[in-house]
């Protein structure tokens, strides 16, 4: 494993010298963005170990090594778009503040806030990569549509071109012509029958008016409610990533959970023991779902609540070291992440 890191480091190493004499590409930023992440995973895993009593410092200062060559405290990244000048002093100012911190809690609290940065980094030079690639696209496709807009046969179609509301309007003008059709003027025409249609006529619209209003009052709350309703009823949720029906309950996720663990799959037992307790904690009101949340930002929500959040916490690095790291899941992670888990479901039902 660490010949191997080290073999990738070695052409990071390359690339970033070689970046020093001219500006990096999105693509050479994005790709080093993601060593350091795998850098910081295999930290994370020896936090894990460290908890046990094995710290390898040595080890921990080779990693941080790399991970300072691999990406400097800035430099400039162009694109088609234009060009930025980066500013990653923040990594090395938490990496110092790992390396000084003997608290293994805290060290993951440290390792966890930088990964996810370094994925919000990434998603940004995603989006930057995915405009760069369309623009052009996008261009081409406004002077072709602006071409065929201006073509002749278009111009007339469009002029032809007639909406619902002005077809209705225009058979309801047609039918009440036909009910009351126009006579020409004649000396001899009594005045008072024109009076008398023109009346009529204004007392037929105001009677379909007034139905068409009386409709709209009626129904568009009903289909409206219906919407909400059909809405509600989808509610799934999506939590860390797993989309989680509305009908299943955090005691259905968690029997889930015992069944990977008893087919020997604990890495993903404790990952679905985790959805299920953010789920059980978010029918109690205690914390809010939301797509774009982490597991530190579910931690953060009841930081107030002493009892749970240290019962959390540690399953929290649970989590972590297993989901995230590179190391394997033993028995004895599974068996910590159940009793905490117990515990911190016994607690918010009493």
Same mark, same amino acid.
């Given at each position: 494993?660490?010949?191997?890191? =080290?073999?990738?480091?070695?052409?990071?190493?390359?690339?970033?010298?070689? $970046?020093?004499?001219?500006?990096?590409?999105?693509?050479?930023?994005?790709?080093?963005?993601?060593?350091?992440?795998?850098?910081?995973?295999?930290?994370?895993?020896?936090?894990?170990?460290?908890?046990?009593?094995?710290?390898?410092?040595?080890?921990?200062?080779?990693?941080?090594?790399?991970?300072? =060559?691999?990406?400097?405290?800035?430099?400039?990244?162009?694109?088609?778009? *234009?060009?930025?000048?980066?500013?990653?002093? /923040? $990594?090395?100012?938490?990496?110092?503040? +790992?390396?000084?911190?003997?608290?293994?809690?805290?060290?993951?609290?440290?390792?966890?806030?930088?990964?996810?940065? $370094?994925?919000?980094?990434?998603?940004?030079?995603?989006?930057?990569?995915?405009?760069?690639?369309?623009?052009?696209?996008?261009?081409?496709? %406004?002077?072709?549509?602006?071409?065929? @807009?201006?073509?002749?046969?278009?111009?007339?179609?469009?002029?032809?071109?007639?909406?619902?509301?002005?077809?209705?309007?225009?058979?309801?003008?047609? /039918?009440?012509?036909?009910?009351?059709?126009?006579?020409?003027?004649?000396?001899?025409?009594?005045?008072?029958?024109?009076? @008398?249609?023109?009346? @009529?006529?204004?007392?037929?619209?105001?009677?379909?008016?007034?139905?068409?209003?009386? @409709?709209?009052?009626? +129904?568009?709350?009903?289909? *409206?409610?219906?919407?909400?309703?059909?809405?509600?009823?989808? *509610?799934?949720?999506?939590? $860390?990533?797993?989309?989680?029906?509305?009908?299943?309950?955090?005691?259905?996720? +968690?029997?889930?959970?015992?069944?990977?663990?008893?087919?020997?799959?604990?890495?993903?037992?404790?990952?679905?023991?985790?959805?299920?307790?953010?789920?059980?904690?978010?029918?109690?009101?205690?914390?809010?779902?939301?797509?774009? %949340?982490?597991?530190?930002?579910?931690?953060?929500?009841?930081?107030?609540?002493?009892?749970?959040?240290?019962?959390?916490?540690?399953?929290?690095?649970?989590?972590?070291?297993?989901?995230? *790291?590179?190391?394997?899941?033993?028995?004895?992670? /599974?068996?910590? +992440?159940?009793?905490?888990?117990?515990?911190?479901?016994?607690?918010? %039902?009493?």
């Amino acid at each position: 494993m660490r010949f191997c890191l =080290r073999a990738g480091v070695a052409i990071c190493f390359v690339l970033t010298l070689a $970046l020093t004499a001219s500006a990096a590409s999105l693509d050479d930023y994005r790709q080093r963005v993601e060593s350091v992440h795998i850098y910081v995973e295999e930290l994370l895993a020896e936090v894990g170990n460290a908890e046990q009593g094995k710290r390898d410092v040595p080890h921990e200062n080779e990693v941080i090594a790399h991970i300072r =060559r691999v990406l400097p405290p800035t430099e400039k990244v162009e694109w088609p778009g *234009g060009s930025v000048e980066t500013a990653n002093q /923040w $990594l090395f100012v938490s990496l110092e503040q +790992f390396q000084n911190e003997s608290d293994s809690a805290k060290r993951g609290v440290i390792l966890t806030g930088i990964n996810e940065r $370094l994925t919000s980094i990434a998603r940004e030079v995603d989006l930057l990569q995915k405009a760069a690639a369309s623009s052009r696209t996008k261009d081409e496709d %406004k002077q072709k549509l602006a071409e065929i @807009l201006q073509r002749e046969e278009y111009q007339k179609a469009q002029a032809k071109e007639e909406s619902i509301f002005q077809k209705w309007l225009r058979e309801f003008m047609e /039918w009440l012509a036909k009910v009351f059709p126009r006579t020409p003027a004649t000396p001899s025409s009594d005045p008072g029958t024109g009076s @008398l249609k023109m009346g @009529l006529q204004i007392l037929i619209f105001a009677i379909v008016i007034g139905l068409v209003g009386f @409709l709209i009052y009626k +129904f568009v709350p009903f289909f *409206g409610r219906r919407g909400r309703k059909k809405k509600k009823e989808k *509610g799934d949720r999506v939590i $860390l990533g797993e989309r989680v029906a509305s009908d299943e309950s955090a005691a259905s996720l +968690f029997d889930e959970a015992e069944m990977l663990a008893r087919e020997g799959n604990l890495r993903g037992a404790i990952r679905k023991g985790y959805i299920a307790l953010l789920c059980e904690l978010s029918d109690r009101k205690l914390i809010g779902l939301a797509r774009h %949340k982490t597991n530190r930002d579910y931690l953060r929500d009841v930081k107030k609540r002493a009892d749970l959040f240290e019962n959390m916490n540690g399953m929290t690095l649970n989590f972590e070291r297993n989901w995230y *790291g590179l190391r394997p899941t033993d028995a004895q992670d /599974w068996e910590d +992440f159940k009793n905490r888990y117990q515990q911190t479901i016994a607690g918010v %039902k009493g």
